[in-house]
């Protein structure tokens, strides 16, 4: 399975601030995946990341709120912008890699915004 | 929306007892993935099972699907403490690549 880390995997941020995560992967991909998970609930697509092409974000969520870039294939970031408290989550990115389907996760970047 | 609705939405149960935690989805699938998460941390895979199969072992984990009844199950046999998590449900519409759609997830409680 891949080997996916994340920067940072935790952060305390004010509100109208912006912060980046960092996603690696130790091996070359053709999908990135960024997933939130808000307290207590499961886990949402915000947008697949390919290589080269813009991201592809799921119904309600907006590029301006959540840019992402993948400048090659083993990296993406996931920028989260002007920040509420209601962007307090963990953000998982994952891949698909080995056996056919199977997605794995990053450990995950535990966002609180005060 | 969420695609899958797993249940119980909890579980307490005695060390070395099964655990069986249900999945249900609302659509076609091309697969189904189940992870688990400890502590709010990243999820780990446990297995993937595919539409045309019914049933997948991997050591303590059995897993099944019922793609007539749109449900799956998960049990774990011979519980341990370090069972202890939350488990999702993650159906997958498409083919390579496609995204995951989760469930709400069970907490699983093993006590010792």
């Known amino acids: 399975s891949a080997v996916i880390s994340q920067k940072p995997s935790r952060d305390i941020c004010q509100r109208g601030t912006s912060l980046t995560i960092q996603c690696q992967v130790d091996?070359?991909?053709?999908?990135m995946f960024w997933y939130r998970q808000q307290p207590g609930q499961s886990l949402t697509l915000i947008a697949t990341?390919?290589?080269?092409?813009?991201?592809?974000?799921e119904s309600g969520f907006v590029i301006d709120k959540f840019p992402i870039s993948r400048p090659n294939l083993t990296f993406s970031t996931l920028t989260v912008s002007n920040m509420s408290p209601e962007d307090s989550s963990i953000y998982l990115c994952?891949?698909?890699?080995?056996?056919?389907?199977?997605?794995?996760f990053g450990p995950g970047t535990r966002l609180t915004v005060t | 929306s969420q695609q899958g609705e797993e249940d119980p939405q909890a579980l307490s149960i005695q060390e070395g007892e099964n655990a069986t935690m249900n999945c249900s989805y609302k659509?076609?699938?091309?697969?189904l993935q189940w992870y688990r998460q400890n502590s709010g941390r990243g999820l780990v895979h446990l297995i993937l099972i595919r539409s045309n199969e019914r049933e997948k072992h991997s050591g303590r984990l059995r897993v099944t699907l019922d793609t007539s009844k749109k449900s799956s199950s998960l049990l774990i046999t011979a519980s341990r403490a370090a069972d202890t998590a939350s488990y999702f449900c993650a159906t997958q519409r498409g083919g390579a690549n496609s995204k995951l759609t989760f469930g709400k997830g069970i907490t699983l409680s093993v006590r010792p």
């Open positions: 990341a390919n290589q080269g092409s813009e991201a592809t974000y």
């Open positions: 091996s070359q991909v053709t999908m």
């Open positions: 994952s891949v698909e890699q080995g056996a056919p389907y199977e997605q794995y």
């Open positions: 659509t076609s699938i091309n697969n």
